[in-house]
């Protein structure tokens, strides 16, 4: 079966980093998506990677490694209004979206 | 980056009664939309994929003559929840890939979800 592996809960201090990992195994690998999701609120695009490596976007980066089935989210600086669920999706090869169940990320002052 | 909006955002109903989710694409054409129901601290579950101009594909296990999905033009996807129950209280969000002006990069544009409430 597919399926995608996230911790469900994490805790951080405003001000610090904090990576998040997702691993997968999928039928077939088209790529993999962040999405941050406020509570109450619909999940909003954070990141996608294709390719092997890191991908920097501001304070957010993105990491893959498709020989592990890896990814990782990486937040810095972190603020509180980055409380919220980081959910990891792949397109598997049918370009069908699988989502993590996310991991709810508690920023403490 | 494409925007799609979602209403109502919140609804409460009676039990037996049928409620209707609007989801508009509103600065692209998505002849594509997807339904996501998604339960208190889980992830997001796909419904079913929404085809304009012909029948929506159904995601195994969702009754499709419970939840009837209409996409009649390139900017609108319904979906009507018949006959409400209690067990069908959820967060209910649609979304699309904006893949007619040429900004598309994978990525799905959610509207805000709406919070279905049966009595």
């Known amino acids: 079966g597919q399926n995608i592996d996230q911790p469900t809960e994490m805790t951080a201090t405003e001000g610090a980093i904090v990576q998040i990992n997702c691993t997968y195994q999928t039928s077939g690998f088209n790529g993999l998506f962040w999405y941050q999701q406020h509570a109450g609120e619909a999940p909003t695009f954070l990141s996608y990677?294709?390719l092997d490596g890191l991908e920097e976007k501001g304070r957010f980066s993105s990491f893959l490694s498709r020989s592990k089935g890896y990814s990782y989210l990486l937040l810095k600086e972190l603020q509180m209004k980055d409380s919220a669920s980081y959910l990891c999706?792949?397109?598997?090869?049918?370009?069908?979206?699988?989502w993590g169940a996310g991991t709810k990320l508690i920023i403490k002052p | 980056g494409a925007v799609v909006s979602q209403h109502p955002s919140w609804v409460i109903c009676k039990s037996g009664t049928s409620v209707k989710i609007e989801c508009r694409s509103l600065?692209?054409?998505?002849?594509?939309m997807f339904w996501y129901r998604q339960f208190p601290k889980q992830s997001l579950m796909l419904m079913a994929t929404?085809?304009?101009?012909?029948?929506?594909?159904?995601e195994q296990g969702v009754e499709k003559d419970k939840f009837l999905i209409n996409h009649a033009s390139l900017t609108l996807s319904t979906l009507t929840v018949t006959s409400a129950h209690p067990e069908d209280s959820s967060f209910y969000i649609c979304?699309?890939?904006?893949?007619?002006?040429?900004?598309?990069?994978?990525?799905?544009?959610f509207g805000e979800g709406s919070r279905l409430t049966v009595l």
């Open positions: 979304s699309a890939r904006d893949l007619t002006s040429g900004r598309d990069a994978g990525e799905l544009f």
């Open positions: 929404s085809n304009e101009g012909s029948k929506a594909t159904y």
């Open positions: 600065d692209f054409q998505a002849t594509t």
């Open positions: 990677n294709v």
């Open positions: 999706a792949v397109w598997d090869s049918n370009y069908q979206l699988i």
